[in-house]
T-cell receptor, first 114, second 119 residues
Framework: GENVEQHPSTLSVQEGDSAVIKCTYSDSASNYFPWYKQELGKRPQLIID?????GEKKDQRIAVTLNKTAKHFSLHITETQPEDSAVYFCAATLINQAGTALIFGKGTTLSVSS | GAVVSQHPSRVICKSGTSVKIECRSL??????MFWYRQFPKQSLMLMATSNEGSKATYEQGVEKDKFLINHASLTLSTLTVTSAHPEDSSFYIC???????????????FGPGTRLTVL
């Protein structure tokens, strides 16, 4: 089955700095890689995603890169702001008997100090 | 669009009782719904995949007789925690994958979660 590793578990940056979170996955059949932001007690919110046929995608201050050969993908947040502080999860698709599910990394707690 | 609701948002029950959690897709049809469990400061762990009209597929280590899943319609899936015990206390989150939405590609839309506390 799919296994997703995420690093670092915690990340502290100063406002305005960049933040990078990295994930690796094990199943070469995975074809969809979303990133979620979760605030305490709330549902995960999709912030950006990438399909396996694309190497990079950007949306304003957020970008994701994918290296299929190495089976790793990364989240890049530029010009960080205090409101970016949250837990971020990467995920990768798992193909199982029932269809396609998502397997999540363990999460990264991002703290942006002003 | 693509809104998923869950009910109840919070539930406190006594040990040994059963609790039913509902997950509804409000403005789209969902052939597939997923149930996750999240313990404090941990990640979302996939419990089961639920397809409309068929039996759920449970992940390894998840007891299907304890966590009963029913997906009777394209907009509703239910998770029943039977004979709940304190160790079942957790945040349960459902998600749904849409049928026919132009912007979706394996994208899952999450419900707001249900906080279960078993005394």
């Amino acid at each position: 089955g799919e296994n997703v590793e995420q690093h670092p578990s915690t990340l502290s940056v100063q406002e305005g700095d960049s933040a990078v979170i990295k994930c690796t996955y094990s199943d070469s059949a995975s074809n969809y890689f979303p990133w979620y932001k979760q605030e305490l007690g709330k549902r995960p919110q999709l912030i950006i995603d990438i399909r396996s046929n694309v190497g990079e995608k950007k949306d304003q201050r957020i970008a994701v890169t994918l290296n299929k050969t190495a089976k790793h993908f990364s989240l890049h947040i530029t010009e960080t702001q205090p409101e970016d502080s949250a837990v971020y999860f990467c995920a990768a698709t798992l193909i199982n008997q029932a269809g396609t599910a998502l397997i999540f990394g363990k999460g990264t707690t991002l703290s942006v100090s002003s | 669009g693509a809104v998923v609701s869950q009910h109840p948002s919070r539930v406190i029950c006594k040990s040994g009782t059963s609790v039913k959690i509902e997950c509804r897709s409000l403005d789209f049809q969902a052939t597939t719904m997923f149930w996750y469990r999240q313990f404090p400061k941990q990640s979302l762990m996939l419990m089961a995949t639920s397809n409309e009209g068929s039996k759920a597929t449970y992940e390894q280590g998840v007891e299907k007789d304890k966590f009963l899943i029913n997906h009777a319609s394209l907009t509703l899936s239910t998770l029943t925690v039977t004979s709940a015990h304190p160790e079942d206390s957790s945040f349960y989150i459902c998600s749904a994958r849409a049928v026919g939405l132009a912007h979706s590609y394996n994208e899952q839309f999450f419900g707001p979660g249900t906080r279960l506390t078993v005394l």
